[in-house]
């Protein structure tokens, strides 16, 4: 993260510069302030003499508009003229002044270390620098051996999380996008996506967006798109789509067009109970009744696969009370596992 590093320090000296009283800095003067200070630096990294490199006059234009940003960077009022040269213009502004208690430190270092570990991940790259400069305002010691006391189950699927940061990028900016598309079963085609929000679910990635050709919210594996770019269609808002409820009413992802809520009653026998108890197959789950060999419990939900996939894979201590329809669908996949597993 050398690069970000540079930055950081880089920032760090053009705030110094703007509030020195001392002396006007006009952009050769913050050229070479900068230039002084990322070498000095890589001495002190590296233990031995390094080449002196300049700081380009782009980089250094690109720093100062980055520190104008108030969304992305430090809403910094600089200003500059050709008497004075570059200058805050509130002379009381500090880019990097920040008072924090050593408790809520200590609990901002453990948030970091978890976002590190998110951004260790090439999807989440463009944390690296926000995380460096929360560090760094914050004055969080960095830590080269950092024990981790809490750890992620990532994803291992890499043809699916290599669209990660390209497709977050479409949803931040509104923009269309025209994806190849390449379904299990059938040939690949092209479809344009409004797209909405990525999930992840049971160590896969899913992209929930608007199909300009089906007209109606779709739900597209990560993993089974070949190729993404920027679409010319215009951009389609669902003023109906609800990013934080959409999926409320379903266990996983998929969500039928036409599909309804129902009441459904399971039976969970021995031990097996208490798991189910407490990790709930969905929010709407209640226990209705309990005896000292099973407990009974009702979910309000829309079925769908991942919830059928879900009840077979207990199928030897979780019984479908009702719908009739539901338990049919699992009583079909215990029949054709049991063909399936015919001893000889």
């Known amino acids: 993260m050398s690069s970000n590093n540079h930055a950081l320090i880089r920032y760090r000296t053009i705030d110094r510069c703007l509030k020195s009283q001392s002396k006007n800095y006009f952009l050769k003067d913050l ?9 000095e630096y890589e001495e002190h990294r590296s233990g031995k003499s390094r ?14 508009k980055f520190m104008k940003d108030d969304v992305y960077g430090f809403a910094a009022p600089i200003d500059h003229d050709r008497v004075d040269g570059y200058y805050y213009t509130d002379p009381g502004f500090e880019a990097f002044k ?15 270390n978890i976002l590190k570990q998110i951004s260790g991940q090439n ?23 950092s024990r981790a006391i809490v750890q992620f189950e990532h994803s291992t699927n890499a043809e699916g999380i290599k669209w990660l940061g390209q497709i977050r990028g479409f949803i931040n900016e509104g923009q269309p996008m025209r994806v190849k598309y390449k379904p299990f079963d059938q040939d690949a085609y092209d479809k344009v996506v409004s797209p909405y929000l990525l999930k992840e679910y049971n160590n896969r990635w ?5 199909d300009h050709e089906k007209n109606r919210i ?15 269609q215009p951009y389609y808002k669902d003023e109906n789509f609800d990013s934080e409820s959409y999926l409320d009413d379903i266990v996983g992802i998929t ?26 197959f969905h929010k709407s789950q209640k226990k209705i009744k309990e005896t000292r060999n099973n407990a009974v419990f009702e979910l309000e939900l829309i079925i769908n696969y991942e919830l059928i996939t879900k009840l077979f894979a207990m199928s030897d201590s979780l019984e479908v009370i009702k719908p009739q329809h539901l338990k049919r669908s699992v009583a079909e996949r215990i029949a054709n596992a049991k063909d399936m597993y015919k001893l000889k």
């Open 31 to 39: 050229i070479k302030a900068c230039s002084e200070a990322v070498h």
């Open 51 to 64: 080449p002196y490199k300049t700081v380009s006059r782009r980089s250094l234009m690109y720093d100062l």
């Open 98 to 112: 920040a008072t924090i208690s050593k408790t809520d430190r200590q609990r901002l270092d453990e948030a970091l």
């Open 123 to 145: 999807q989440f790259k463009d944390l690296d620098e926000t995380i460096l400069r929360l560090e760094d305002t914050y004055q969080i010691k960095r830590r080269k051996q």
């Open 206 to 210: 899913y992209l929930i967006g608007y």
């Open 218 to 232: 779709t739900h597209l594996g990560l993993d089974r798109i070949k190729r993404v770019k920027l679409s010319i």
């Open 255 to 280: 969500l039928m067009p036409e599909g309804k809520t129902e009441t459904i009653r399971i039976k969970v026998h021995g031990k097996q109970r208490y798991y189910v108890d407490t990790k709930p």
